[in-house]
């Protein structure tokens, strides 16, 4: 059963780090693209970053470019997000998610309709 969980949310004050983790079971997630997003409230699900198989390629969103990076551990089928200098409007719920049936794993994917396995979510809140 494949499954998503991700960890590390919580609340910072504007200018502080956190990493999320997401944590993949079921598959070897190495072989796969994974990504993160974030939807704060009354908005859209929004690209935040995305890394490639085995990692060799990255994308972020304009918004957090300069601040954030992904990463991933295949011995640990784990993806991270290292978020620095934490905005107020970074505020949202964050979600992990990775596409198993990609057709070029070696891509960065960045829209939601390419990824088809999710998880539940973590949420940032970042006071000002």
């Known amino acids: 059963q494949v499954q998503l969980v991700e960890s590390g949310g919580g609340l910072v004050q504007a200018g502080g780090s956190l990493r999320l983790s997401c944590a993949a079971s079921?598959?070897?997630?190495?072989?796969?693209?994974m990504g993160w997003f974030r939807q704060a409230p009354g908005k859209e699900r929004d690209f935040v970053a995305g890394?490639?198989?085995?990692?060799?390629?990255?994308r972020y969103g304009d918004s957090v470019k300069g601040r954030f990076t992904i990463s991933r551990d295949g011995g640990k089928n784990t993806v991270y997000l290292q978020m620095n200098s934490l905005k107020p409007e970074d505020t949202a719920i964050y979600y992990c998610?990775?596409?198993?049936?990609?057709?070029?794993?070696?891509?960065?994917?960045?829209?939601?309709?390419?990824?088809?396995?999710w998880g539940q979510g973590t949420q940032v809140t970042v006071s000002s």
């Open positions: 998610a990775a596409d198993l049936g990609a057709r070029d794993p070696s891509r960065v994917l960045t829209t939601i309709d390419e990824y088809d396995y």
């Open positions: 079921g598959r070897t997630f190495s072989r796969y693209p």
């Open positions: 890394v490639s198989q085995g990692g060799a390629s990255k």
